[in-house]
């Protein structure tokens, strides 16, 4: 029984890699010529919408969104933890309305035609050259400027045990919401692990579903200044850990 259910998780992980690679050959000639010219660039966000409805339609992919907050209207920057590759591809269609650009990292731009999309709409992260971090930085600060969002993983990577139990965070989406003056949105994704793991998992679980996801309440600029980088750190780390606490108590 084991060794089916790892041959059907195997099988499921290539359709939707077969999935994905379609759309992102179908798709690539008209963002190509939209992020070439400045005044569609932003149209550009469309296509990851229609890229990531139709990439959960055809791979079986609902989602149930736990929303706290009646409107949002960015900027802002996104913290959320990180279990699987859904959570980036789903983070489209569950964040339609106002445009934002993943922090992420830079090996990203190793891969032929995903380095397209990555460097046109994204802001890569030399994690490995601290001397790049100030690049990052300002990519960032250019982004907002030009009122996108920003989408951070404080983890930085994927758990590799006790999931989902989350790792520390990094401090870098906090320095930068209290340089910024911008708020914060945290996002629990509650089950991603179950339904995607990690490609490099081979006896990770990978098959359809429904994808939970807490979108939590704002946090906002005064309540920002009136903590230090580590607190917010801390505040973000708990609420985005509430709702894992409370589906899988024998993990915390």
Same mark, same amino acid.
């Given at each position: 029984?084991?060794?089916?259910?790892?041959?059907?998780?195997?099988?499921?992980?290539?359709?939707?890699?077969?999935?994905?690679?379609?759309?992102?050959?179908?798709?690539?000639?008209?963002?190509?010529?939209?992020?070439?010219?400045?005044?569609?660039?932003?149209?550009?966000?469309?296509?990851?919408?229609?890229?990531?409805?139709?990439?959960?339609?055809?791979?079986?992919?609902?989602?149930?969104?736990?929303?706290?907050?009646?409107?949002?209207?960015?900027?802002?920057?996104?913290?959320?933890?990180?279990?699987?590759?859904?959570?980036?591809?789903?983070?489209?269609?569950?964040?339609?309305?106002?445009?934002?650009?993943?922090?992420?990292?830079?090996?990203?731009?190793?891969?032929?035609?995903?380095?397209?999309?990555?460097?046109?709409?994204?802001?890569?992260?030399?994690?490995?050259?601290?001397?790049?971090?100030?690049?990052?930085?300002?990519?960032?600060?250019?982004?907002? *400027? *030009?009122?996108?969002?920003?989408?951070?993983?404080?983890?930085?990577?994927?758990?590799?045990?006790?999931?989902?139990?989350?790792?520390?965070?990094?401090?870098?989406?906090?320095?930068?919401?209290?340089?910024?003056?911008?708020?914060?949105?945290?996002?629990?994704?509650?089950?991603?692990?179950?339904?995607?793991?990690?490609?490099?998992?081979?006896?990770?679980?990978?098959?359809?579903?429904?994808?939970?996801?807490?979108?939590?309440?704002?946090?906002?600029?005064?309540?920002?200044?009136?903590?230090?980088?580590?607190?917010?750190?801390?505040?973000?780390?708990?609420?985005?850990?509430?709702?894992?606490?409370?589906?899988?108590?024998?993990?915390?």
């Amino acid at each position: 029984m084991k060794v089916l259910k790892v041959c059907l998780s195997l099988a499921w992980k290539a359709y939707c890699a077969i999935v994905f690679i379609f759309f992102a050959i179908l798709f690539y000639p008209f963002f190509f010529i939209l992020v070439k010219i400045p005044r569609h660039k932003k149209k550009g966000f469309v296509i990851f919408k229609w890229w990531s409805n139709l990439f959960r339609f055809l791979c079986l992919y609902r989602l149930k969104i736990i929303n706290a907050n009646s409107t949002l209207t960015g900027p802002y920057i996104i913290v959320a933890n990180h279990t699987s590759y859904l959570d980036i591809f789903l983070m489209y269609a569950i964040l339609p309305y106002h445009e934002f650009k993943f922090l992420g990292k830079s090996e990203i731009l190793s891969y032929p035609i995903v380095r397209t999309y990555f460097k046109a709409m994204n802001v890569p992260v030399h994690r490995k050259d601290k001397s790049k971090a100030a690049i990052a930085y300002l990519g960032a600060t250019k982004a907002i *400027e *030009e009122g996108y969002s920003l989408a951070i993983f404080p983890e930085a990577t994927f758990p590799t045990e006790n999931l989902p139990k989350m790792l520390p965070f990094k401090h870098g989406a906090f320095k930068m919401a209290k340089s910024l003056k911008i708020p914060l949105l945290p996002l629990t994704f509650e089950n991603n692990f179950i339904l995607f793991s990690d490609l490099v998992d081979w006896m990770g679980p990978a098959r359809p579903g429904t994808s939970i996801v807490h979108i939590h309440k704002l946090i906002g600029v005064d309540e920002i200044s009136e903590k230090t980088v580590e607190e917010l750190n801390a505040h973000c780390h708990e609420i985005i850990s509430q709702p894992l606490k409370q589906k899988y108590p024998t993990v915390y």
